[in-house]
Each structure stands twice: as structure tokens, then as C-alpha cells.
């Protein structure tokens, strides 16, 4: 998802007000997990915090703002992940296995998170009444994992079809875990894994 982020630039922050921020961002997200976007307020996120809610206004002028910046911290940190665990496959089909197994393991390990951004996206209204998040904010995690079907194709380990469908139906997939997975807190995670990257990899296959 192409974050939309508002924040006025300033000067680089110090060590404390880095902290700070990444203090401030972790409460809202708990706050938003726990209570819902719309019920979560400053003064609630302030009182987890730990904080003053001078404080958060301090770092984040509105509670639109730090609201965009839980989920620029959620993606961002999801991409340097994901980066972490791709580096090094030697070939698409292992990457495509890999590129499964990461999220689902990236979601699992951040339930509160990604409970927050599924309320955040679906709440979160701009002034116009739209939603703030829409449906092509995904499209660069769309292109990145037709990316890899592109390369499988082209290196002949996975069959001929439209990279870009099959990358919305995985990308779907990958959502539903997390909507799942928060509904299902005992889910079976070790077999959902292993069931839908056996499912992807023979999909994609080629066969001789």
C-alpha cells in the first residue's frame, strides 16, 4: 500500500525524539487495535503512552496525522522485512515461496498491527468523506509480486498466464490471513502457511 503521508518536514530528529515518535506510534496502534480507529482518541492514546496528550500534539498536530504515520511505520517496517528474508533466492520458484511465507509470518508476528490497519483502512475518512486508503494504494504490492511471477515465467519454471491477476488473487489471499487470523486467535498458522504456498507454487508451476 503507497502510503499518503502530510507531515510537515523538519529538522532531522535526535535519538530522544526519534524514541518519542516510535512511542507515541506504538500506543496508537495498540490503542486502534484494542478500541477501534474511531473510538481511539488522543487523550486514550496519550494514557497508554504514557504521556500528555501536549505531547503527541507536540510530534503529531492532529490525530489524522499520527494515524498516517502508524501505518507508514506498519509498511515500512513490513518492507525492510521482507527485503531481509527474500535476499538470496536463487531462483523464482523459491522466491515465491519465500515471498509467501514472510508475509504470513509478518502478520502473525504484528496481530495488534495488522488488526490496526485493517480498522484504519476501513474507517479512515478524509475530510470529503472518501476513504484516505483506497483500493489503488495497493497497487505497488501488486506489481512487486507479478514482478516475481514475470521472472518465473520468463525463466521457464512457472507456466504462461497474466502475472497481474494472479498477484490480486495472492495479494487477496495474504489479507485474508490476517482478517483469519484475528478472528481465529488458535488458528493452525504452521498449516495455513504450508497449504496456501504448496497452493501457489503447483498453481504457478510449469508443467512438462
Not at 56 to 70: C, S
Not at 75 to 86: D, K, S
Request: aromatic share 10%; charged share 25%; net charge neutral.
Amino acid at each position: 500500500m503507497r502510503t499518503k503521508t502530510s507531515t510537515v518536514v523538519r529538522e532531522q530528529p535526535t535519538f530522544i525524539e526519534a524514541a518519542r515518535r516510535t512511542q507515541i506510534v506504538a500506543a496508537a496502534t495498540e490503542t486502534i487495535a484494542e478500541l477501534g480507529y474511531i473510538n481511539a482518541s488522543l487523550a486514550q492514546i496519550a494514557k497508554r503512552a504514557g504521556v500528555s496528550k501536549s505531547v503527541i500534539g507536540y510530534y503529531y498536530a492532529t490525530k489524522d496525522e499520527l494515524v498516517r504515520a502508524v501505518v507508514d511505520t506498519f509498511y515500512v517496517t513490513g518492507h525492510v522485512e521482507m527485503m531481509r528474508r527474500l535476499e538470496g533466492a536463487p531462483g523464482a520458484t523459491e522466491l515465491l515461496q519465500r515471498y509467501i511465507t514472510s508475509n504470513l509470518a509478518y502478520i502473525a508476528e504484528h496481530r495488534s498491527e495488522t488488526r490496526a490497519i485493517g480498522d484504519i483502512v476501513a474507517n479512515f475518512r478524509g475530510a470529503d468523506g472518501l476513504p484516505v486508503y483506497q483500493i489503488d494504494d495497493a497497487e505497488p504490492l501488486i506489481q512487486g509480486t507479478a514482478a516475481i511471477f514475470d521472472w518465473g515465467r520468463q525463466a521457464g519454471e512457472f507456466r504462461q498466464f497474466d502475472s497481474r491477476i494472479v498477484a490480486v488473487i495472492l495479494r487477496s489471499a495474504i489479507d485474508a490471513f490476517g482478517q483469519q487470523l484475528s478472528a481465529n486467535p488458535e488458528l493452525d498458522i504452521e498449516k495455513y502457511t504450508r497449504e496456501m504456498t504448496d497452493f501457489f507454487l503447483q498453481a504457478a508451476r510449469k508443467t512438462t
